[in-house]
């Protein structure tokens, strides 16, 4: 699949990429999609959920009424689970939700998410450019002429530009990450995927097998 190179002006530079049909083009995989989301988003849960159990509850341990006899359901102290305040029973505990997914299956997932966004044409390419300043005006200025103003868009870049990012940190619908560093969630969850010239060799290195 080839795409054209477009300037930061939105206009056309004559040059052309090939994406690699092994990365942007195999029959995508939805169970290692849903694999993959599912653990990033696992693994952003800090899981310090906790609720008190009826040991760790402040009050008397005075047995309120008789065992039996009393016409309701029995009860030993003011911290039993059956009373208003006392403890709760099988309540949440602090736990780890993260879990091990193997590198196979998360390059597939990546490779799959990539491929849905090359065939519903969600794809810009633009050549590598950088600030020397953050400017989020030009920035701005730029997403407009790319037509991808105002909606949510993955801008991949192929290193880090401190100018670059900083200038996009107060954009809502705008994020920016380094080719190196995509997954599967941050693709699917961008309206539209913008990858910058170098990006797209970085990209075609790392799925290599």
């Known amino acids: 699949m080839e795409l ?12 052309k990429v090939t994406l690699d049909d092994a990365v942007f083009g195999i029959e995508p995989n939805d169970h290692a999609i849903y694999l993959d989301v599912k653990q990033y988003m696992a693994n952003k849960r800090q899981g310090t959920h906790k609720s008190k159990e009826r040991s760790e509850i402040s009050g008397s341990t005075r047995k309120l009424g008789r065992q039996k006899g009393g016409g309701g359901a029995r009860r030993g102290d003011i911290n039993s689970p059956v009373l208003v305040g006392g403890g709760r029973v ?3 505990k ?25 065939k519903d044409n969600k794809i810009i390419v633009v ?4 600030f020397e300043a953050p400017k989020t005006k030009e920035f701005l ?5 790319l037509n991808v103003a105002g909606s949510k868009f993955l801008l991949v870049v192929p290193e880090k530009e401190e100018s670059v990012m900083l200038s996009a940190r ?7 990450m380094k080719a190196s560093e995509l997954n599967t969630y941050k693709v699917l969850n961008a309206g539209n995927l913008v990858l910058t010239e170098g990006s797209v060799a970085v990209i075609d290195e790392m799925f290599k097998a």
């Open 90 to 92: 099988f309540g949440p």
């Open 4 to 15: 054209n190179v477009l300037n930061i002006k939105g206009s056309d530079t004559g040059r």
């Open 170 to 176: 107060n954009l809502q619908k705008v994020e920016i």
């Open 141 to 145: 200025e730029i997403a407009k002429n």
């Open 94 to 118: 602090p736990r780890d939700y993260s879990f091990k997914l193997n590198k196979k299956i998360k390059s597939l997932a990546r490779k799959s998410a990539l491929t849905y966004k090359a």
């Open 127 to 130: 050549e590598d450019f950088k």
